[in-house]
């Protein structure tokens, strides 16, 4: 028995039946060049919400485009929100996104211009702004993830191609358009990071990806000091160990490695010092030999998985140790071939549930909701008063203010909160490199005014950050101590 308990899961997981994915809308604007190397015009995907409007935003060679994809039969390019990330051109292939508040903060990986680049989107759909161009701390980037919990950016890049290391930075809103260097490292104490290709972060824990270098986990509680809780070194179908997601649980990950004809892993990450490979799946062809996963993200019960080739996958992960597929789309209808064609990134964290794509050639896709549980935002990716992932009603735009005073503060200060509704508020109190510094207990109050005070004696002087965080808002403000 216990023979065949190890060939079930050191076998490909078996695919129950599955339906083609219901497309609502493709967008190409065929005037785009193509990269010098492939030939693809796009690259990856990601999508922010602005004043009840979703919008998918694609990189493709010419830059950043942002697409209202509110209304699936006018899904439109806005015209005054394209900017230019960093140097464009054929020599772009990769680019890449992840938002906190209003910001969309974007990179490249190729070229000689690129820069870390932030763009205020808050006044979608009149406008964008770039408030922060510069490659003084960023020059090439070809990952980046924000700690949402924390205002911490992590980024995977360097000026040499051949040597990827990791990169922390403040992005806190108390200065938003200046990010602070916390620290970069090619090692976590003394487990080389080198070549690290994409990272995963929730809670302080980083997830990365450190291609022909295995992978890690590492605490970044205190990011001047990470600790290394673990790693996977060999394994079996190992190849380039490119990307993955964190179950909602978070005691499984799912890692793609970007090598042809190599299956997912389903690996469990719950003792982070004995990780162990638990599953193997994949796209579910019965033709295919060189099937490349490529990005994996996961939301409720559902995986999300972009293949070149092969298009969009969607597993059913209910039981999170056994992915079933779900659902998929082919976007490419040519031969397969060893080279780079085909869906690149997959988004799935949009309040209404639909699914947008990217297709290297082919540009962005938008699909149905395979989630029917999904009713709103996605909680953990953060929220604002007029951007983030808000509710998805229409009809209704949550208000919400903080005021502190007085500033500066000595042993205590005052916090005015105006909510409309009923709702708990988390408070914490961070540091400007984003460690938490000390956690106050939760504000239980009705729809309205409300003032309380925080006692701060304990603390240095120094400035930090107060964040409170209700159900559909996180505000950050700066204090000064003295």
Known sequence: MR???????LSPLLLTAQTQSTLLHNWDDTTIVGSNSFNNAYNEIWGVVSNNKEYAVIGSTKGTHFIDVTDVNNVQEVTNGFVVPGEAGG???HRDYHDYQCYLYAVADEGLGSTLQIIDYSDLPNSTTVVYSDNSIIRRSHNIFVDTAHAVLYAVGTDNPTDNIIYVMSISLADPENPTLIRKYDDIQGRTVMGAHDIYVR??????????NGFVIADMSDPMNPILLGSLDTYPQQGYNHSGWLSEDGNYYYLADETHNRDLKVLDVSDPANIQVVGFFN???TTSNIAIPHNVLVRGDYMYVSYYYHGIVVYD????????????YDTYPGPEAFSYKGVWGIFPFLPSGNIIASDMETGLYVFEKEDPTITGAYPTLGSSENCGLISSNENYTPSSSVTLYPQP???LINVVVQEELNDQIDIA????????IKSFDPIHFTGGLHEFQ????EIPAGMYVLELKGSYFIQSKKIILE
Do not use: M, Q, W
């Not at 809670?203 to 022909?212: E, K, M, T, V």
């Open 454 to 457: 925080l006692n701060l004696s």
């Open 283 to 285: 796209e579910g062809s």
């Open 203 to 212: 809670d302080a824990i980083a997830y990365i990806n450190c291609g022909s």
């Open 429 to 436: 109190l961070y540091d400007i490199t984003g460690r938490k």
């Open 317 to 328: 992960i209910s039981n999170p140790a056994v992915p079933v597929r779900h659902a998929y």
């Open 409 to 411: 503060a000595t042993e």
């Open 3 to 9: 023979l065949f308990i190890a060939f079930l899961l």
């Open 91 to 93: 020599v772009i292939i």
